[in-house]
């Protein structure tokens, strides 16, 4: 096996590579390690220099940027799409893809060690988290959910194999997505969870359901691909249809873990 | 096939403190766990270079049986230091235990963890001995002690490898369940 935490993009990615390590996925996970620092080169907003940056404002074109920024603006165009707007890549007027750049990053990563052959390994970048394959033959990956009330506790585990799982919330940094449409903080939940094919759209769907609140119950469960789980600041929580079926405890009486 | 092997994360200033624990190797009379205490990687957890396990590789995968230790840093010598507080001893699947590791001797002074056990599983952490050798010290040690025992309360329950929440900060992570799974290396 192969772990290593990094710390990058104000957060750390963590790596499991559920393999023997070989100098080949070591190599691989060098690249995985270096792209993300990549990333956060070009698409930093806290770096005055970056491509993102200076594109927002307007002293470059999106022509003098990596090709990488053209993708992740399409991708923010067509998550603002899907979402009726609740996504958006200029949240406070300015240019900003945060709120899927983490999970696109992490994708993407995963996928490098795919290609090293590394079939079964997860990749968490500061709590999105891509699971390729499974834990161990014949045992899904287990993913627990953080209780964004409780500090340390688990409000769900997602059991599952070549997942992404997403979750948006309040819980570390407080209010910080803006409902685009109102423009104030998003409060109605305390963390929205997006399980799906591609972290990419998945930490796109969490990051635009945080911002529409309560009715991203319906329109998550209406998305083909996505099931959805979110807690209430009350301590309630909601699921859409598909979910239990990576979460089978949540459909008990209680669907908190013990 | 549950691998038995418990690993808990306490951050105290530069403090980084693992415990290996297999349960079915402790009986009323058995050998208590060690604790173990890592090299001064506290402060620089994920820094390339570092003595950490950030990057710890095992090659052992598969064997439920011998793996229990890789990846968690040497055990010091076992001697004695076995404070077997014995709880109640009756039905082998209800019998309430404590058991006490080894204390032992870190840069920042001696660290001690106790376990409880009933049925042969965990129901608590606690550690009995931090260093306090100054206020601020006692007051990290304050926060870092409940934070470890919940944490690893429900990594235990839910057997977990991975923890998806909002994002955490680079600092967030250190106290993060996360941050213990990825030490734990399980």
New interface residues.
């Given amino acids: ?7 990058v993009m ?3 990615f ?1 790596f ?1 590579v ?4 070989t100098s080949a996925l070591r190599a691989a996970l060098a690249g995985a390690v270096g792209w993300l620092h990549r990333v956060d080169e070009v698409f930093s907003t806290y770096r005055p220099g970056s491509h993102v940056s200076r594109l927002g404002r307007g002293e470059i074109d999106l022509a003098d940027c990596p090709a990488e920024v053209g993708e992740v603006l399409d991708l923010c165009a067509a998550a603002s799409a899907a979402s009726g707007g609740c996504f958006t890549a200029t949240p406070g007027g300015r240019l900003d893809p945060s709120g899927l750049v ?1 999970g696109w990053a992490v994708e993407r990563a995963s996928a490098m060690l795919r290609a090293a052959g590394a079939t079964c390994h ?1 990749v ?1 970048g ?4 891509r ?1 390729s394959g499974e ?2 033959p014949g045992r899904p ?6 209780d ?1 009330l409780r ?4 409000a769900a ?2 059991s599952g194999r070549d997942l992404a ?9 407080g209010a910080h997505v803006l409902d685009p449409r109102s423009g104030r903080p998003a409060s109605e939940l305390a ?1 929205v ?1 997006v399980v799906a094919a591609d972290l990419a759209w998945a930490d796109a769907l969490a990051t635009a359901a945080l911002a529409m609140g309560d009715q991203a119950r319906e329109w998550l469960a209406g998305l083909p691909g996505v099931a959805a789980f979110a807690v209430l600041p009350s301590g309630g929580r909601w699921w859409t249809p598909d979910f239990p079926r990576y979460a089978p405890e949540v459909a008990g009486r209680s669907c908190a ?2 | 096939m549950r691998r038995a092997v418990l690993a808990v994360l306490a951050t105290v200033v530069g403090l980084v403190l693992l415990l290996s624990f297999k349960p079915h190797d402790v009986g009323p009379a058995g050998a208590p766990p060690a604790a173990v205490a890592g090299g001064g990687t506290g402060g620089t957890l994920g820094a390339p270079g570092g003595r950490g396990r950030d990057h710890a590789e095992d090659g052992d995968r598969g064997d439920d049986e011998d793996d229990d230790d890789d990846g968690v840093l040497p055990r010091p010598g076992a001697t004695g230091g076995t404070g077997t507080a014995g709880g109640d001893t009756g039905t082998a699947g209800k019998a309430g235990q404590v058991v006490t590791g080894d204390a032992v001797d870190t840069r920042w002074g001696p660290v001690q963890v106790r376990i409880s056990l009933s049925g042969g599983k965990i129901t608590g952490v606690d550690a009995v001995v931090v260093p306090d050798a100054n206020r601020r010290d006692r007051e990290i040690n304050r926060v870092a002690v409940p934070i470890l025992d919940a944490e690893t309360l429900a990594a235990q329950s839910a057997q977990i490898d991975t923890v998806s929440g909002a994002t955490y900060t680079s600092e967030g992570y250190i106290g993060s369940l996360q941050s213990a799974l990825d030490r734990a290396g399980r």
Avoid: F, Y
Wanted: proline share 6%.
């Fill in positions: 096996m192969i772990r290593h935490a990094e710390h104000g957060t750390v963590s499991d559920r393999h023997q390590s983490k997860a968490n500061g709590g999105d988290v699971l834990a161990a990956w287990r993913t627990g959910i953080a964004p500090p340390g506790g688990l585990v997602v799982v997403a979750t948006s919330g309040v819980a570390e940094r963390s969870t873990i013990p």
